[in-house]
């Protein structure tokens, strides 16, 4: 504004502005914020109820700088724990893993002439969880994790050992049951998990497992069961190069770690 506000104005914007539109508002306080006269008469155009009301917040105020800071509430490393490591959404998708290698091995009861199907999951049965783990639809703390200085592979690798866990233990049991090798039912587990991990770096790790589980299903699970025997991938005798695979995908993984800490939406 380029004149002073009559006191009508000023009136009126001490009482909230009844009558007054944005743009008269807006130039009033813009004007008030140079201008000390028009200040005063603000001040002096104030009503009963507003000074209480300002003489009081002024009184709450001055006994709260008086008292010191307010404590600082104790810090919950559970809830931070938590989220660094897992997400709920991957409670089902690890229950539906669990549940599949068990029907395998119900399977493998009932029809033994099928070849086995354990060692036909089990390299893609962690790749569901791992690509969850890490996903901005499924994490609802997504944009907060991912600005911490633990996120990227560090966040990654915490919450792939998550699934792990839980993906194991639930193969070792199916493979002790069916009488399979365990070095033939863990070693795939563990080089499939890495190189959706490695693959990850470059396309987003949701489509990295989605897409491994594609290849392996087509290359390897349609073809066993049609012909009714193992691919020479799970044969005794393959552990050996699935070992090899799995140190060179980690290796490739440490020496590419910066890469996630530019983990996109689609990871």
């Known amino acids: 504004m380029t004149t002073h506000p009559n006191l009508a104005v000023i009136a009126r914007y001490a009482d909230g502005g009844p009558g007054l539109d944005e743009a008269t508002v807006w130039s009033v306080e813009v004007h008030l914020e140079t201008c000390a006269d028009c200040r005063a008469r603000l001040a002096g155009s104030t009503t009963g109820d507003t000074r209480t009301l300002l003489d009081r917040v002024a009184a709450d105020l001055d006994r709260g700088i008086a008292a010191g800071p307010a404590p600082v509430r104790p810090h919950r490393p559970w809830s931070a724990v938590r989220r660094r490591w897992l997400v709920w959404a991957l409670l089902p998708w690890l229950t539906m893993t669990v549940v599949v290698l068990g029907c395998a091995v119900l399977l493998e009861s009932v029809r033994p002439g099928l070849p086995s199907l354990v060692l036909l999951l089990a390299p893609v049965a962690p790749l569901p969880g791992v690509a969850v783990a890490w996903s901005r639809r ?13 996120a990227g592979l560090t966040m990654l690798l915490r919450r792939t050992v998550a699934v792990l866990a839980v993906v194991v233990p639930a193969l070792v049991l199916a493979g002790a049951g069916t009488g399979l090798s365990l070095a033939l039912v863990l070693l795939p587990c563990l080089a499939f998990t890495a190189a959706t991990i490695a693959l990850g770096a470059l396309v987003g790790v949701r489509r990295a497992a989605v897409g491994l589980v594609a290849v392996w299903v087509l290359a390897v699970v349609l073809p066993s069961l049609v012909t009714a025997g193992l691919p020479v991938v799970l044969r005794p005798g393959s552990a050996g190069v699935w070992a090899l695979a799995t140190v060179a995908l980690a290796g490739f993984i440490g020496a590419r770690a910066d890469s996630f800490r530019r983990l996109s939406s689609h990871s």
């Open 138 to 150: 499924q994490d609802p703390a997504w944009e907060l994790i991912a600005g911490t200085p633990a």
